[in-house]
């Protein structure tokens, strides 16, 4: 039997974190309410003092306390405290601490409690805050017309990047396993190599997974599979690659495709370690070196 619950937040002019701790809360209770109440601050105020809630209710930024084990989530009465959002956030979904969807929330957080003027980038983007200022209008508006159907399709929005992650969690543990991948450097650049080929199911959190590697190691290339093909394998030139490598340079044995740019390269190997030599061939130092002599 589903959880029967209501949401009571602020009323007047409605905000991203509201909307977003709402929708959270519904991916958390596997639901959505079955009513969701603006009201006046006060008027929640007096309601929890009063202990006159409903036994499901849950109050969301508004009510000027925060209790979770009497389902209130405010953050105004305390500069301690992050949004509403992040304490639904830090509660119900513990594991995906350090997740980009955290990374988001926290962002989101230090603008609804500091203001725009906290973001370091404040003041440099003129329109990105004119365009996003525009997006979030509509959205915040819609929400103040129809909370319900807001909730409701931003809950599903968060439910897709809620299972991503956790595909993600589980990309991060097989790519950091030294059976499946290895990084070798070669002659200055490093190549993230992938030794076998990966679930199916975790192809796409893979490719999320492996650009954080990319970018902490530094990583100049990725070795992978060709996903449509069996047979084939890839070479990818990353941006910390960029002036080091070019794939157009080097010769394969069997080519299935060469972007002209120089940083795909797909291929059927004729042996195992043709990757290697590939790699060497596609220095650029090298490369000039050749066209020199």
């Known amino acids: 039997?589903?959880?029967?619950?209501?949401?009571?937040?602020?009323?007047?002019?409605?905000?991203?974190?509201?909307?977003?701790?709402?929708?959270?809360?519904?991916v958390s209770r596997g639901t959505q309410p079955f009513e969701i109440i603006r009201q006046e601050?006060?008027?929640?105020?007096?309601?929890i003092k009063e202990n006159a809630l409903q036994e499901k209710d849950w109050v969301l930024d508004c009510g000027m306390e925060y209790d979770p084990s009497r389902r209130l989530y405010d953050h105004h009465q305390d500069g301690e405290l992050p949004s509403a959002a992040l304490l639904i956030f830090n509660e119900f979904f513990p594991e995906l601490q350090g997740s980009r969807l955290h990374d988001s929330l926290m962002l989101l957080s230090r603008v609804d409690t500091g203001g725009i003027q906290s973001l370091n980038d404040y003041g440099s983007l003129d329109e990105s805050g004119s365009y996003c200022s525009f997006s979030q209008k509509l959205l915040l508006k819609g929400f103040e017309l129809d909370p319900s159907d807001a909730v409701r399709m931003v809950s599903e929005?968060?439910?897709?990047?809620?299972?991503?992650?956790?595909?993600?969690?589980?990309?991060?543990?097989?790519?950091?396993?030294?059976?499946?991948?290895?990084?070798?450097?070669?002659?200055?650049?490093?190549?993230l190599a992938y030794r076998v080929q990966p679930p199916e199911e975790l192809a796409s959190a893979l490719r999320s997974a492996d650009k954080e590697m990319v970018d902490e190691q530094?990583?100049?290339?990725?070795?992978?599979?060709?996903?449509?093909?069996?047979?084939?394998r890839a070479l990818f030139r990353t941006g910390h690659g960029l002036g080091f490598l070019d794939f157009s340079h080097c010769r394969p044995s069997e080519t299935i495709f060469c972007h002209p740019g120089g940083f795909l390269l797909k291929f059927e190997p004729a042996r195992e370690d043709e990757w290697l030599r590939l790699v060497r061939e596609s220095l650029v130092s090298q490369s000039s070196d050749s066209e020199e002599s």
């Open 1 to 26: 039997m589903e959880e029967k619950y209501r949401i009571i937040t602020h009323a007047g002019k409605a905000h991203l974190d509201e909307l977003v701790a709402c929708a959270l809360l519904a």
């Open 41 to 47: 601050n006060r008027v929640t105020e007096a309601l």
């Open 157 to 191: 929005a968060l439910k897709d990047s809620i299972e991503f992650e956790h595909m993600r969690n589980k990309a991060l543990v097989w790519l950091e396993n030294k059976e499946h991948t290895e990084v070798v450097e070669i002659e200055g650049v490093k190549v």
């Open 218 to 232: 530094k990583i100049g290339a990725v070795f992978s599979f060709d996903e449509k093909n069996p047979a084939g």
